[in-house]
């Protein structure tokens, strides 16, 4: 049996992997891709996050997963799609989608979540050449630039206000008159002269040759299309965590986030949770970084006072 089996190799799971090592713990890590990385990988450069600037975000993935191979920690191939408490509650079957099954006495799930996309033809083409899933990542690259965000929530408001410092304009693209964000974020929006919010309009199509140029926008209620000229496009429409295998064995939120706060502590003793899938106000590399310690340290915690 396994000490701890951690759940997913993205940032959060990779450091949780190096602090369990260091903790001398009997680890191994489950990563369904062919890699490691997670989201980070998808960004075509990283510039917040201290040593590193400017490094594309697949090297950075590699150069995590290079830290943790140094010291031989093994990992597993395969998808989760199930966890069950042992019958004398001392630990954990984890089952895989080839079958087979880990034993372990604690688990930390650091799955991620991953960004909802608008679904368009050339959207992944764009990825990282305009078109972007986070302002806070990636908007000091269109510094007095023209871009769009497509979005209504808390997210897109706050994000919309935060490009308006940095880009010459912002175009506000919902599908609805109403926004949901709250109200004290849509009075700042209103009152920012270089936001402009187009109501009733989706995006029909991203176009340019290596990178985003313009956008076509149509108005669902009167068909009518616009040409925007752009150099990014920012999409906010939400986020799906990557939780469905541990329904019913930890608690939830209503999208589907793992409760627990920065000491990765579930509801269920022996379960952990760590990065962009736990409850939490700012998804980074940087914050899923320290999850992941955090994480190890209350399992060595909780190891220890249940002296397991």
Do not use: W
Not at 15 to 32: I, N, P, Q, W
Not at 70 to 75: G, I, K, M, R
Not at 89 to 94: A, D, E, T, V, W
């Amino acid at each position: 049996m396994k000490d701890l089996v951690i759940i997913g190799s993205g940032p959060a799971g990779l450091s949780a992997a190096v602090y369990a090592y260091r903790g001398m713990l009997d680890v191994t890590v489950v990563e369904k891709q062919p890699f490691s990385g997670g989201q980070i990988v998808n960004t075509e450069q990283v510039d917040n996050y201290l040593g590193l600037c400017g490094i594309n975000g697949f090297d950075m993935g590699m150069k995590f997963r290079e830290h943790v191979d140094s010291f031989n920690v093994p990992f597993t191939e395969g998808e989760v799609i199930g966890i069950e408490q042992l019958a004398d509650k001392k630990g954990f079957k984890l089952t895989l989608d080839n079958n087979d099954t880990i034993e372990t006495k604690t688990v930390l799930i650091a799955t991620g979540a991953s960004h909802k996309k608008l679904g368009l033809e050339g959207e992944n083409k764009f990825a990282g050449a305009g078109v972007s899933y986070c302002a806070t990542c990636d908007g000091a690259f269109f510094k007095n630039k023209e871009v769009a965000l497509v979005g209504g929530g808390d997210v897109a408001l706050e994000d919309a206000l935060y490009l308006s410092k940095i880009c010459k304009k912002v175009y506000l693209i919902h599908r609805r008159e109403g926004l949901r964000g709250a109200k004290v974020l849509q009075e700042k929006m209103k009152k920012t002269e270089n936001i402009e919010f187009l109501p009733f309009y989706e995006v029909e199509s991203i176009n340019g040759e290596n990178v985003v140029e313009s956008l076509t926008i149509v108005n669902n209620k009167t068909k009518e299309k616009k040409e925007l000229s752009v150099s990014g496009l920012f999409v906010a429409i939400g986020m799906e965590p990557h939780t469905d295998f541990a329904k019913g064995i930890v608690a939830m939120d209503d999208a589907g986030y793992i409760k627990a706060s920065e000491d990765g502590i579930t509801d269920t003793p022996g379960i952990f949770v760590a990065g962009d899938v736990r409850t939490k106000n700012l998804r980074q590399v940087v914050t899923a970084v320290s999850d992941g310690a955090n994480g190890v340290y209350s399992i060595l915690s909780y190891m220890e006072k249940e002296e397991i």
